[in-house]
């Protein structure tokens, strides 16, 4: 079974910078399309980015285009999601999620198969 841990999450001040990864163990995706997600207090869960198997194609939510950037190291098993220029409004808990059928990039959080746990990221203003 594939299991996702997220890590990198904290308390950063606003225009501050993080780096979250997403491990993945129990198997290979490498082919497979990844992305984040994140729910704020009290806000549905919501798409951040996608990857695509090989990397290549990436999506962004239009709330963090030209501030976050998702990459991917297949070698390693691990995605990331490098984000700058963080806002108050960027806290929240974040999820990476894995398809286990498809390598397109997608923000339909109902076409990946396996979640992280979440981690936290909080940004003061």
């Known amino acids: 079974q594939v299991q996702l841990v997220e890590s990198g999450g904290g308390l950063v001040q606003a225009g501050g910078s993080l780096r979250l990864s997403c491990a993945a163990s129990g198997g290979t995706l490498k082919y497979y399309a990844m992305g984040w997600f994140r729910q704020a207090p009290g806000k549905e869960r919501e798409f951040v980015a996608a990857?695509?198997?090989?990397?290549?194609?990436?999506i962004y939510a239009d709330a963090v285009e030209s501030r976050f950037t998702i990459s991917r190291d297949n070698t390693k098993n691990t995605m990331y999601l490098q984000m700058d220029s963080l806002k108050p409004e960027d806290t929240a808990v974040y999820y990476c999620a894995a398809s286990s059928i498809s390598s397109r990039a997608t923000m339909r959080d109902d076409e990946y198969a396996y979640w992280g746990q979440g981690t936290q990221v909080t940004v003061s203003s």
């Open positions: 990857i695509s198997g090989f990397g290549s194609n990436k």
